[in-house]
């Protein structure tokens, strides 16, 4: 079965999320402070997400990524995520993290069919990568990624996103990177999720990060595998992982876009900045597996052609990127 939204794109993959509590306070993704704690029980059980998943899948979703908050520090995720990779007509499982917690759980969601991994990494120094996070520690993400690799991932994907006179002085480094280490690495554009005046002056557009490596090496296109996602990906000759670009904001892969959004506490969005969602707690609470389908359906043939956070007059939506799971 597939299914199509009325712009014509056929959307196959789910991003879910399991939890919106984080161990770690990246600045451009959550305050500081004042994050309230959810009521028990606004969250939904893994039951509810696993029946959310087995809808999406029959109705033609075929990648689910587990996000959040920090997927790993929700109890019990590995249990859940054995009883999602079995669920037939799901081709493709996988899970972004902000690695703290790899060095333990690698091995478990390797056993428990999580087939690739995205780990966050957004500085290779430790005082840099501390301030971003507001405390984390580099060198265990470091061990998160070696302990990936040892249990049987591939090289994971890592997620950077680029912030003018933040960490725009490592973009060099991170294409050093990828000449003995086996990952791709993916400039993101910071995308404005902290109401925040002025979040202008962090955007560094794709474009200006893709010259900068330019002008120290030469770059060949890369061909994209199946769910590679939405990144235009690069190779420095003979290195041995990849370079790729996501042009969140300024770029256009909203003509690609092949995503809906869940939620922990049950919010279905067809676009990451539309004020647009639907609520799916009724559906599930009792569970109705028809009207939640109608609803999923619903999500998929509203979604906007585009965002619209380069226009005139956009009007900066209050939510942190932990809720919806970037
Ligand atoms: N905690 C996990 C992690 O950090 O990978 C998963 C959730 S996090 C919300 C998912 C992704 O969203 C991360 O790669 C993060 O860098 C990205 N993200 C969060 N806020 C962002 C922002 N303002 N602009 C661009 N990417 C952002
Ligand atoms: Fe946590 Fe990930 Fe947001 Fe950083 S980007 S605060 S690790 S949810
Ligand atoms: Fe898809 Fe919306 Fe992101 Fe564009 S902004 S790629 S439509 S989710």
């Known amino acids: 079965m597939e299914l199509t939204d009325s712009h014509g794109r056929n959307i196959n993959y789910l991003r879910l999320s399991v939890t919106d509590r984080c161990n770690m306070r990246c600045f451009y993704c959550m305050p500081e402070e004042g994050i309230t704690k959810r009521e028990h029980g606004t969250i939904l059980s893994y039951e ?29 995720i590995v249990g859940f995520l054995e009883r999602l990779a079995r669920i037939p ?97 993916r400039f993101i554009e910071y995308m404005p999720a902290i109401k925040e005046d002025g979040w202008q ?47 969140a904001v300024s770029g256009h892969f909203c003509s690609e876009c092949n995503r809906i959004r869940v939620t922990s506490t049950g919010q279905a969005k067809g676009c990451l900045f539309s004020d647009e969602k639907t609520d799916l707690v009724p559906y599930l609470r009792p569970p109705d597996r028809e009207r939640l389908a109608e609803a999923l359906r619903g999500i998929v043939s509203s979604k906007p052609e585009r965002h619209s956070i380069t226009g005139e007059g956009y009007a900066h939506k209050n939510f942190t990127m932990s809720q919806i799971g970037g």
């Not at 999406?56 to 075929?62: D, F, K, P, Q």
């Not at 690695?99 to 005082?127: C, F, I, T, Y």
């Not at 490596?213 to 290195?239: C, H, M, N, W």
Request: net charge neutral; with cysteine.
């Open 48 to 76: 509810e997400l696993l029946l959310i998943s087995e809808t999406a899948i029959g109705l033609g979703i075929e990648k689910i990524r587990i996000t959040g908050g920090e997927p790993l520090v929700r109890t019990g």
């Open 89 to 185: 007509g799901l081709r493709h499982l996988a899970l972004t993290t902000n690695g703290l917690l790899l060095e333990q759980l690698a091995d478990a969601l390797h056993q428990a069919g999580v087939q690739r991994l995205n780990v966050s990494l957004d500085s290779l120094k430790p005082q840099t990568f501390s301030d971003i996070t507001r405390g984390g520690d580099l060198k265990r993400v470091l061990g998160g990624l070696d302990a990936a690799e040892r249990a049987g991932f591939p090289p994971p994907k890592i997620n950077c996103v680029i912030m003018r006179g933040v960490n725009d002085n490592e973009i060099l480094d991170f294409a050093d990177m990828t000449l003995s280490h086996g990952n791709s690495i």
């Open 201 to 247: 002056r962090y955007c560094i557009p794709g474009s200006e990060i893709l010259e900068r490596i330019a002008g120290r090496y030469t770059l060949e296109q890369v061909d994209k595998g199946p769910f590679s996602g939405p990144s235009r990906d690069f190779r420095i000759p003979g290195a041995r992982g990849s370079i790729g670009i996501i042009t």
